[in-house]
């Protein structure tokens, strides 16, 4: 897979589309916690670390 082709955003007028980097751990990790209950149903059981800002990274 050509990461080159991926690491360019995507945008739009009304999206902007990247790759999550390390740095947006936090982001990610606060998405995760908010849509946790709502996404339980389609989502896989997941251990307490999954959430971690450390498996975020």
């Known amino acids: 897979m050509n990461l080159g082709l991926l690491a360019e955003p995507i945008v739009t007028e009304r999206l902007s589309l990247r790759i999550l980097?390390?740095?947006d751990a936090e982001i990610l990790q606060a998405y995760?916690?908010?849509?946790?209950?709502?996404?339980?149903?389609?989502?896989?059981?997941?251990?307490?670390?999954y959430f971690s800002l450390e498996q975020c990274r």
């Open 21 to 23: 980097l390390p740095e």
């Open 32 to 49: 995760l916690l908010e849509n946790r209950l709502h996404l339980a149903p389609w989502e896989p059981l997941r251990s307490e670390e």
